[in-house]
Structure formats: structure tokens, C-alpha cells
């Protein structure tokens, strides 16, 4: 009898070491799931960069910052006056919803090139030639705006001399400003444009981090499998020993978790906090944009990590405190057998 009763001692002992070591593992595990599950929902996420966009109001700053201001870019015109009047053209005669829809092709295109093997993307290109009837209307409105400012020449009525005179404003450097960007505008050559190089030298100064973006999908489903195999194997060896089975998945799911907050915390408190020091030479209001954009996917991958380890912590604190009050109020169905 006694060793009957050594027997059944040990057998219970091997299965809470068993139980035990799959606990552990559960933490790094679960950890590389948190992991690449925000990474699978941000990085290689078209949706996450175009909400992104929106939230940073990036289509409307496009119009009536950004694109004037590459218009205007390495030119003369150094007028504020004239630089509004470009705006107000560019604003009117571009549609905020064809540049969105630009940005989505490009970003679509982009993260398919990012998230597969080169071979299977031959390249990354954008077309351009809808944007003509845009190109025409912006020349033709600043055709018509360059015919309503009037000249200071000496043949030209004493209003508009008396406004040369006294005011600021020198409506021929506005005429000339006008006249300049218009066939600036209309040199431009919309085609087909290739962003392949562009996104291929970026990706090579990057070899790991693609690495990791191809094998995100993997690095998911693994964990995954292996998450759901140990919670399994856990729920198999205390089937009879309810209240243990329970610490055994919820304990190590709260540290898992907990580690997720504080990884995102960390990171994010290294992440600089001025992303101007990257500096694309382009205009300012270029950069700006630009510069907010990348904060906000920066910052909205740690939120995003930050959420789903906070939703997992709290549902197992939830679970292993309703067990603790279920193993109270039924004993007998929760009694300990281990």
C-alpha cells in the first residue's frame, strides 16, 4: 500500500514539474506572439500608415503646404504673397481625395515589396499621367491670376501706380513670380514614376529589419502554435486540479503581458522625441509632414503593443481572480487533489 501510495505521489509531482516548465516557457513565448502580432498589425499594415495619414491630416497639408512648397522649391520666388497665390491655386485645382488614393497605391505597393522575396515584386511604380487635367487646371489658374495682377509700368493706371507706391507689394516681382512657377509647372513630366530604387536602397541599408518584416507572418504563427500547444498540454496534465491549472496559464500569461507593457514603456522612452533629425532636404512644410507622419507610426506601434498586453493582463487577472472566488464558494468542486 505504501507503495502504492508513493507511486501515485510521484506521479502528481511529475506532472506539476511538467506543468511548471510549460508555465516558463509560456513567458518568452507569449512575449515573441505580443511581439509580432503588434508588428503584423502596424509595420506590415497598409491600413495602419493610410489611418495614419488621416490622423496627421496629411492630405490637406499636402495641398496647401506640401506641394506648393516643392513647386516652389530651388526657384527665386521668394515672395510671401506670391507663395500664397500658388497655394490658393494648387488648393483649388488639386483634389484632396486623387492624392489620397495615390498614397494608398504607393503605400499598398510598398509594403507588398517590403513583406515579400524580391523575386516575387518586379517593381514599385506609380502612374502619374491622371494627374494632368490637375497639372492644366493649376497652369490655367495661374495663367488667369497672373492676367488680374496688374504691372507697375508707367502705362498703367495712376491705381495701380499709387499702389506700387505705397504699399509693399511689388506686383511685378508677383507677376514674374507667378509667370515663373507657371512654366514650372508645366515642365513637369507625369508619366510612370519608379520608386523601386528609391525603396530598394532604403531596404539594403536595412537588411535586418527586413529580415524581420518578411518573417513576421512566421514568427506569429509559430508562437502561436506553440502558445495554444502549451496552454494545452497545461489544461491536459490538471484537468482534475482546476484552481492549479489556472495559476499554471494565468500566472505566466500576467508576467508575459506585464513584460509586453514594459518593453513598450522602455522603447518608447528611448524613441527620440524630435524626429526632425531626419532630414530628407526637402522645403519645411515638406519635412514637417513627413517628420509627423513617422512619429505617428513610431508612436502608434508602442500603443499598439501597449494595448494588446494590456487587454491580455487584464483578462487573466479577471480569470484568476473569479477562480479564487469560484474555488471559495464551491470547494468541493475546486478541491485540491495535488
Not at 81 to 102: D, Q, R, T, Y
Not at 242 to 248: D, H, N, R, S, V
Not at 255 to 267: D, E, K, P, R, V
Request: hydrophobic letters at 50%; charged letters at 15%.
Amino acid at each position: 500500500m505504501e507503495e502504492g501510495e508513493k507511486k501515485v505521489v510521484f506521479y502528481w509531482s511529475t506532472k506539476k514539474t511538467a506543468s511548471l516548465i510549460c508555465a516558463i516557457l509560456i513567458v518568452p513565448v507569449l512575449i515573441v506572439f505580443l511581439l509580432s502580432l503588434t508588428l503584423k498589425t502596424t509595420v506590415i499594415s497598409s491600413g495602419f500608415y493610410k489611418s495614419n495619414l488621416k490622423k496627421i491630416d496629411a492630405y490637406d497639408r499636402l495641398i496647401q503646404e506640401g506641394i506648393p512648397s516643392l513647386i516652389l522649391a530651388d526657384s527665386k520666388q521668394s515672395n510671401e504673397f506670391s507663395g500664397e497665390i500658388i497655394s490658393f491655386v494648387v488648393k483649388k485645382a488639386i483634389n484632396p481625395v486623387w492624392i489620397e488614393n495615390l498614397s494608398n497605391i504607393i503605400i499598398d505597393k510598398t509594403i507588398a515589396f517590403l513583406s515579400s522575396p524580391h523575386e516575387r515584386i518586379k517593381n514599385i511604380d506609380v502612374n502619374l499621367l491622371e494627374a494632368e487635367s490637375f497639372q492644366t487646371k493649376v497652369s490655367d489658374g495661374l495663367t488667369i491670376l497672373g492676367q488680374l495682377v496688374p504691372s507697375c509700368s508707367q502705362a498703367q493706371v495712376d491705381a495701380a501706380s499709387s499702389i506700387c507706391k505705397n504699399s509693399g507689394t511689388n506686383l511685378n516681382l508677383i507677376k514674374s513670380d507667378i509667370e515663373a512657377t507657371k512654366e514650372k509647372v508645366n515642365k513637369i513630366n507625369l508619366a510612370t514614376v519608379d520608386i523601386e530604387s528609391g525603396v530598394s536602397q532604403a531596404n539594403a541599408s536595412l537588411g535586418i529589419i527586413h529580415t524581420l518584416i518578411v518573417n513576421i507572418n512566421a514568427y506569429f504563427w509559430t508562437s502561436l502554435a506553440i502558445l495554444v500547444a502549451l496552454i494545452i498540454t497545461i489544461i491536459l496534465l490538471q484537468l482534475s486540479n482546476l484552481p492549479m491549472m489556472a495559476k499554471f496559464i494565468s500566472l505566466p500569461m500576467i508576467i508575459g503581458s506585464a513584460s509586453g507593457l514594459l518593453i513598450a514603456f522602455i522603447t518608447q522612452s528611448f524613441t527620440p522625441k524630435n524626429f526632425d533629425l531626419v532630414n530628407l532636404n526637402l522645403p519645411p512644410e515638406m519635412q514637417s509632414i513627413i517628420t509627423d507622419f513617422i512619429a505617428k507610426n513610431a508612436l502608434g506601434v508602442f500603443h499598439r503593443l501597449e494595448i494588446i498586453s494590456a487587454i491580455i493582463l487584464a483578462l487573466f487577472i479577471i480569470k484568476i481572480w473569479s477562480v479564487k472566488i469560484l474555488e471559495k464558494r464551491n470547494f468541493k468542486f475546486f478541491g485540491r487533489t495535488g
